[in-house]
């Protein structure tokens, strides 16, 4: 028996009001195709994506920065208090087979740098942009919620 795709759906906390609704989407659509959801389990665009994917049945797990379950937002079906503060970024990418930004901060770069270097697939909505002379950075961008969870589940 196969096990179901793990995708990481990262952004900022004070996401923008479209940040938030692709993030919903993304989050419902992860859930209808069988994924599990996994996110730093706070607000903004973390919160919209588990809203999302609880609304169409599925898991989200959120994987605080803290050590209480109850700074998890509600929508979060497992809330893993880790007490890592920014370190849970590196849990949450190990935890996912893919990884897609939505807008983001720093903490979504730092994400989505460590998804690149563990060789998982990251697609950005609305995130960076990266780029380095010489390098060949496979972010893949994607121009809509459904493109970026096809994206995401596409090997």
Known sequence: MSRPVYV?????SNATPDEATAAEEIGRLLA???????TGGLGGVMEAAAKGARAAGGTAIGLLPSDRHEDGNAYNTVVVPTGFGEARNALVVRTADALIAVGGEFGTLSEIALALRTGKRVVALSSWELSRP???IPV???LTPAEAVQRALTS
């Not at 990481?8 to 900022?12: D, E, H, P, Q």
Request: overall charge negative; proline content about 0%; some cysteine.
């Open 140 to 142: 893949v961008v994607a």
């Open 8 to 12: 990481a759906v990262c952004g900022a």
């Open 32 to 38: 209808q195709a069988g994924a599990i959801l996994v």
């Open 134 to 136: 010489g390098l060949d």
